[in-house]
Structures are given as structure tokens and as C-alpha cells.
């Protein structure tokens, strides 16, 4: 059975030729040119020689049926025999040279597909001098390269993975260009998989409070677009990038700003450039991604355009599938059990609030689970947990259901002696133990601790205004 059939033949028809002799299945051809014919003949091709408009040379069956004569009245007139010959086959035509209106519509009304060679070629070289080509990556890459010092990437404060995922793979397109840069956050990273995430993928960000300004650059925002809102910089600090999804709320100033609010994800964005760029984002820089992108649009079923379906798809042939299901259901630690057990056993309960003093641990981390699960008991609106590690004093407060602004009441009672950071529903604090290491042999450091914080805390709590700022947050953040 012919798979293949080619009527009339030109130089069109001949690449066509090259192009297929590889595929399987039997090519006839079938065309009154003299010339051409022995071409075809020469590269083994079966060639009748015969006018490609009379059916009856044609063979007894083809699938796939190609037009291709530069004389756009002959084309129509074999379209339409072959069309009449063999009912299924797919027909592709070439339109000639210098057809009419009246017979290009000839052709796409017999044919499945009409082939216009020259309205290809235009296009291709509008896609090879950059006529149709997106600006923005080389734009970037320009801004970068006009940097004299190192990039500070900064994410928003209790960055979520689309945040966290965006400021490694900025910091890292940047690094390919020769620009150090350190991607940042302020405040805590709250939810447990968010730290799993940061944790199983050893994704290394600086916190904003140990970063001192004068030491960059340049200044890039991730996910959020303004400084000094939801982030640490003091209020319209100059910036360079702003790349983010979300509308912004005023006027953001930047050598380079790129916001899509019809995107999902600013981790979208961010493949988008590493693959614009050829830079390979690796496997932890991919799942990161990954991660944020199925993070902000709920698994593809919130606010999910076509770029980010196709930065996921792109992404997860270097993502680690183990990787991302060990980061959304992570396991408790020992550790973590352990304070927990000591928070619930050491709660100090006064009204909707409890704070408990959890002594020496061994991870940060298991402060933010601890206060994270004691919201869930009955009446309980704010939980305040605080232990102590490397000469510091670490507590972690969260808040729910109730208008006090947890970030404000930790600033209230710990600032002065430490630094304390957050909003109204989760925020963080540290103090060094300093003089409180003097503990004389009677009472031990965790007592000495839990006085002292402990006392600050429900003091701050009792002089706290009931109302929180009139200023509702900039972003949503969950
Ligand atoms: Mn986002």
C-alpha cells in the first residue's frame, strides 16, 4: 500500500523528499516534469511520469497525499482528484507561486492543510533577527551585567515557596552572568512544609536581620514588588528587578520590572528566564520551583495560566518526585516531638493565650511547630513557645482569630533587648542570653529564661492595643 503520494513536484516537493526519505512506508510520485522526474528517479524514488491532475495514473491507495507543483491552477485541480480518489487521506498542498485569492481558497477548501512557503519563510526571519522574540531575558541579563557589586535577592517577609523558590533561581541567573547574589527573607518561614522544603532541599537564604545593606549592589525583588512593604528595606529603597505575579497595590520603581498578574506562579516567571537563557536550574533549584508554582495555584486549580502549566512540565524533568513528597507530608523529628511534649507539659495558660518555656533545643524549628500546634487547643487564640540554643533565646508566637498583631506584641516586648520580627499572625524573636548566662547555682538557666521572657511577654500582652493597624496587609499570605 502507497503511504505516501506526491503530485506535480518543484522544490518544495524535492525537500519534502529529502526531508521523508527516512520515514517507513512506500513514496510514489507522480509528475509530467521530465526533469524532475529523473531527480526523484536518482534518489530512489518511484516516479510515474504522468500529469499529476489524472487520477487515473494514480495508485490504488495512499494515506497521506503532498501538493506540490509551483503552479497554484494545476494544485487545485490535483487536490481536488486526489480528494475525489481517496476520500481519507490526509491532503497537504503547496500553494504555488503567486496564487489568487480565489485559488487559495480552492486549495483550503479540498486540502487539510495549505502550505505557504513564503509566509513560513518570513516568518522564520522575523524569529531569527529577533522582530517577535521576547526582550525581557536579554534585558535582565544587561541589568545584571551593569551591576559593580553583589545582588541582594529579596523575598517577602514569611516567604512561601513561590517566594523562596523565585529568590534562589534569580540569585542563580545572576551568578551565571558573574554577579554574586544572596537571596534573603524577613521574618519566619512558617508552615512545617515550607521548612521541610527548606530543609530537604538544602536551599541556603540569608535572614534579612543579619544582612547589612551597603554591602550590594543591587537590590531585586521576588514575588513582591514594592520595598518596604512586606519586606525588611526601609521604604522606597531604590531597586533594580521586580519580578512577581501579583497586582501591585502603587506605583513600583525599578531599572527592570517585570509583573504578570495572569500568571500562577513568580517561580513561572523564573523558569521562563532560565530556560530563555539556557541556564539548567538542577534538581534542587527545579523542585524548589516546582514546588512554588503547585503551591500558589493549588496543584493547577487556582489562577494556573498556560506558562505555568508549561514551566511544570519543564520543570519536572529535573525535579525530584521523592524529593517533593517528602516536603508535603514531612516527618516529625524526634527533637520536634520532644519540645512539643515539653510545651504542652510547661503551658502557661492565661485567658486565650498560652506561652510555654521549652528549656535548650536542639532546632530552631521545632519552636515554630511547637507554637503552630498549640493553636489548635480549645479557646486558644495566641501561643507564644521559647526556648534557648547558642547563647540565644529564640521564641515563636502565632496568632488566630483574635485582633492582636502577635509581630507588634513580640516587637513590644523583646525589641529593646533583642530583635523581633513578623505579622499580625506568625512572627519570630531573638535574644541574646548575654547577662542572663550568669546564673547563679541555685536556679537553672531554663528558670532564669522563663522569667524573664515570660514576664515581657505578658506584659507587652496586657498593655497591647485590642485593635491591630488599619492597614491591611499588602499581600495575602497564608
Ligand atoms: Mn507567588
Redesign the pocket.
Known sequence: MTRRLLLGCSAVGNAFVERTREEAGELVAITDDAGWASTLRDRNVATVEADPTDASAYPDSAAVVFVASDDPERNVAAARAARRRYPDAMIVAHVGTDPSAAQQSALESVADRVVDPAEAVASRVCEATGADVDERPARLLAILRDLAGPLLVVAHDNP?P??LASAIGLARIAETVGVPADPCYGGEIAHQENRAMVNVLDIRLRTFDEIDLDDYDGIALV?HSRAGINDGLPEEYPVDIVVD??PPRGPVAGSFVDIRPAIG??STLIEEYLSRLGVEPGRELATALLY?IRI?TKDFTRSTAIPDFEAAASLSAHADESVLKRVESPSLSPETLRVLAVAIENRDVRGNTVASGVGEIADRDALAQAADRLLELDGVTVTFVYGYADGVIYGSARARGTDLDVGELLRDALDPVGSAGGHAAMAGAQVPLGILEEVSESESLADVVETFVAERFFEALADAPSTPPATPPEFPTE
Open positions: 512561601d513561590d517566594a514575588d505575579h501579583h506562579a513568580t512554588g500558589d
